[in-house]
């Protein structure tokens, strides 16, 4: 998969958070990813493979959310 996220990103991953939520905000990006949970807050952090295996879509784009 191709680099096509970036830091403030909202994200879906395949597996929703055991809160209901499965809408994710890139909060850290560097060998490793942490994502918080948009529903409860709850932040994880994962290594960028692992990450990249996961996701499923980037819904907003930081940029375009700037935008509006």
Sequence with gaps: MNKDY???DLVQMKKTHPCGENRWKI???GM???IKC????HSVLIPRRKFETKL???LVKADQEEEK
Excluded: E, S, T
């Excluded at 948009?38 to 807050?41: E, K």
């Design 6 to 8: 970036g830091l403030n």
């Design 27 to 29: 909060i850290r990006m």
């Design 32 to 34: 490793d990813i942490r």
């Design 38 to 41: 948009d529903g409860c807050g």
């Design 56 to 58: 499923k879509k980037v």
